[in-house]
């Protein structure tokens, strides 16, 4: 029996040209779409660069009239008028201003007037807190006697049989600690 052999050498290079045939297809599909997108973008710049060439055009033309008025202005305005022009933009420019402290003044005053009331408030609820009754006059003077004889607050709570926050209220009080 006789089988016919095939060439695979010819079976790759066939695969190859295919496989090389697809890329190259792929590539110029890649570069056609990307050209496509920058064209786009720079018709978009574009059009935004004659958009604002517009724009300047008419903004120098503005500025010319208003040159224009100016000097015809400026011709009939005396000193005096001119000045008075001038205060007149400064009021108109300044007023919002002006109105915005004032604002800000009133909101101050009521801010001052709403601390004072509330630390008023936090006064008398002060006074009204009453000393523990363990602590006696005697006992402020013997706590603040030993304090400044730099005997610890532990040590001073023992010695008197008083509570170590009692002895550090009468310290706060005492403006020690």
């Given at each position: 029996m006789n089988i016919p052999?095939?060439?695979l050498s010819q079976f790759?290079?066939?695969y190859i040209i295919v496989l090389m045939a697809g890329?190259?297809?792929y590539l110029l599909y890649y570069v056609f779409t990307k050209d496509a997108n920058y064209t786009k973008n720079i018709r978009s710049v574009a059009s935004a660069a004659e958009e604002l060439n517009?724009?300047?055009?008419?903004?120098k033309k503005k500025l010319e009239e208003t040159q224009k008025n100016i000097s015809k202005n400026s011709q009939r305005m005396s000193d005096r008028e001119i000045y008075e022009e001038i205060e007149r933009s400064v009021y108109d420019m300044i007023n919002p201003f002006s109105q915005g402290m004032k604002q800000l003044q009133e909101n101050i005053n009521y801010i001052e007037a709403e601390l004072n009331s509330r630390v008023a408030n936090l006064e008398s609820g002060v006074k009204q807190i009453?000393?523990?009754?363990?602590?006696?006059g005697n006992d402020d003077e013997k706590i603040i006697s030993l304090f400044k004889q730099s005997?610890?607050?532990e040590t001073i709570s023992k010695e008197l049989h008083?509570?170590?926050p009692e002895?550090?209220?009468v310290l706060k009080i005492n403006q020690l600690q």
């Open positions: 052999q095939i060439d790759h290079i066939e890329i190259i297809l517009r724009e300047i055009f008419y903004l009453s000393i523990p009754s363990s602590i006696h005997v610890s607050v008083i509570s170590k002895v550090e209220f």
